[in-house]
């Protein structure tokens, strides 16, 4: 495996930066301003990673990772972006980006990020990095997931003759009961 990283975005600064945080991780770095610089280098040199900006000119990330899931290239994706969205995050998560990040980049947890996906066996399909959902405006799709099993605890609390708080206290108690 060669682990070639290519970075891509518009904003020159930003792949300095990326460049800088991963240079240690991987000495071999390419770059594209923009998506279709960035096919052109795919198809010159496969990366065994993308760093992609997701909001850029002409072609933006998302075209740029249907791009590469149609040429059939196994490089796990990472997102970065300075406008994310619920709906954006899912799209990234339907087409298989390993992570994400919002700028300003948390160094850390990107670099490990990186790290992770490089790890990734050559020629096999990337899968999402495991903590991916917990990132994905987690509270909006929990607020979704509570709102239905809320609805069906109150509709047991009332077949049940009892009041949701006598409920949850009850649920509590038997949680507690079983810890000791």
């Given at each position: ?100 990040f919002e700028k300003p980049i948390d160094f850390s947890p990107f670099r490990e990020a990186v790290k992770g996906a490089l790890s990734v ?52 108690e038997e949680h507690l009961i079983k810890k000791r």
């Open positions: 495996m060669n682990n070639t990283i290519l970075i891509v975005d518009d904003e020159e600064g930003i792949r300095e930066i990326v460049r800088e945080l991963v240079s240690d991780i991987s000495p071999n770095i390419i770059e594209a301003a923009d998506g279709k610089e960035a096919v052109e280098k795919i198809e010159q040199s496969t990366p065994s990673l993308i760093i992609s900006d997701y909001n850029m000119p002409g072609m933006d990330g998302l075209e740029l990772l249907k791009h590469v899931r149609e040429l059939k290239i196994a490089a796990p994706v990472i997102w970065i972006t300075g406008r994310g969205s619920t709906e954006l995050y899912r799209e990234a998560w339907r087409f298989g980006v390993y992570d994400y066996h050559e020629g096999v399909a990337p899968v999402n990095r495991p903590n991916f959902m917990t990132r994905l405006h987690f509270t909006e799709v929990s607020v979704l997931v509570e709102h239905g099993l809320l609805k069906d605890f109150k509709t047991d609390c009332l077949k049940a003759g009892i009041s949701i708080n006598t409920a949850i206290n009850k649920m509590i």
